[in-house]
T-cell receptor, first 110, second 116 residues
């Protein structure tokens, strides 16, 4: 079957680093995505990993281990505007819809 | 990136009426679009896959007669919530992918439906 799991909530302070973990199980795999979603808005794309390793993009980095069914999103130099829900999603077959986790609500405080 | 536009962004209707939500790909053609629903503080749940020129594919538990999907052209898919009830109040989001790129899913702005 298919399953995707991530923590429900996390808190951090401005300037800190936070790592949001995601584990998944799927019979087919075509990539792991991270999206950011602010309340009441549509998700926006953050990152995509299809091969093992770390992808860095500015303050955000994403890591994937296919053998472990594990990914994480790393946010550095946190800002208040980073308070949002972070959604982990996988693609089990090219061209199909993404399957989303429940999302991790990150609260950044000063 | 590619642009997906959704309309209306907010709609309030009376129980028993029908509501149509439009999803357009503005700068690319989308043979397939995906409709998600999101209840407060929950994740995106796939409702159905909209296929241009053919019937939509619905996820288990989603009533196809209640949520009518039409994908009449390569740039437009519509979702009609028929005989809406208060429990249908939710955030409906459409999405599409551009063939040949990383596979990133582009989302519309979302439509907040409130059924009174």
């Amino acid at each position: 079957g298919q399953n995707i799991d991530q923590p429900t909530e996390m808190t951090a302070t401005e300037g800190a680093i936070v790592q949001i973990n995601c584990t998944y199980q799927t019979s087919g795999f075509n990539g792991l995505f991270w999206y950011q979603q602010h309340a009441g808005e549509a998700p926006t794309f953050l990152s995509y990993n299809v091969l093992d390793g770390l992808e860095e993009k500015g303050r955000f980095s994403s890591f994937l281990s296919r053998s472990k069914g594990y990914s994480y999103l790393l946010l550095k130099e946190l800002q208040m505007k980073d308070s949002a829900s972070y959604l982990c999603a996988f693609d089990n077959q090219a061209g199909t819809a993404l399957i989303f986790g429940k999302g991790t609500t990150l609260s950044v405080s000063s | 990136g590619a642009v997906v536009s959704q309309h209306p962004s907010r709609v309030i209707c009376k129980s028993g009426t029908s509501v149509k939500i439009e999803c357009r790909s503005l700068d690319f053609q989308a043979t397939t679009m995906f409709w998600y629903r999101q209840f407060p503080k929950q994740s995106l749940m796939l409702m159905a896959t909209s296929n241009e020129g053919s019937k939509a594919t619905y996820e288990q538990g989603v009533e196809k007669d209640k949520f009518l999907i039409n994908h009449a052209s390569l740039t437009l898919s519509t979702l009609t919530v028929t005989s809406a009830h208060p429990e249908d109040s939710s955030f409906y989001i459409c999405s599409a992918r551009v063939v040949g790129n990383t596979g990133e899913l582009f989302f519309g702005e979302g439509s907040r439906l409130t059924v009174l």
